[in-house]
């Protein structure tokens, strides 16, 4: 899973693209869906920074802008409530399906949603036509799978959580243009693995 690791003091923005928590059939009925999407910061801990269903989300609004310290770890979680009760959370802290994490120009997850064009309308501003991500060069786009723990099924597409983080330096003085570090030299995406 790719982690954000700033060496410096860092601006993070996080933008929550999509909710794909609708009504889901099963057993000829109908029941509601909501999702959450949760931060965590080694400095802080959880906070949630959105619960709810898609009709809640605007995608041109920071869910979140916050200041991330220097070498301080932020993880994402996210999880969904249906029939009742709370499916199992999906989170950055180890390497699982249920997310992944895109850098400008990675390829999209090879899954059956992807191969069949299944893509939803939401996703595609991120992508070129190759299907590979284009956000900026310093961003995370995270896909997040909620509703099945099998990445074999059908209902496996990457697309109930999607939220995109952007990265800015900071400046040392708010009255100047003066830098705290080189962003490029200074701040480091974790590969655990080929997430």
Known sequence: MKHALPHA????CIFLI???ATPVFGNDTESS???????????????????????DVDPTVPTIETVINADETIEFAGRAYLNGEWLPTATTTASSPHIVALRD???VPDIKAF??????????PYLDSGDTANIGPRDLLYLVELTTTDPDSGDYNLQDLVFLVTFEQVPVDAESD???F???????YDDDDDD
């Not at 003091?9 to 993070?12: F, H, L, M, Y």
């Not at 949760?38 to 009709?55: E, N, Q, T």
């Not at 080189?182 to 480091?188: Q, R, T, Y």
Request: hydrophobic share 40%; aromatic share 14%.
């Open 9 to 12: 003091c860092t601006s993070a």
């Open 18 to 20: 999509a909710s794909a």
């Open 115 to 124: 191969q069949t064009n299944q893509i939803a309308g939401y996703l595609e």
């Open 178 to 180: 003066d830098y705290e």
């Open 105 to 107: 120009g990675d390829p």
């Open 33 to 55: 869906i909501w999702a959450e999407l949760l931060l965590g910061r080694s400095s802080v801990g959880w906070i949630s920074l959105f619960s709810g269903a898609s009709g």
């Open 182 to 188: 080189d962003f490029d030299d200074e701040f480091d």
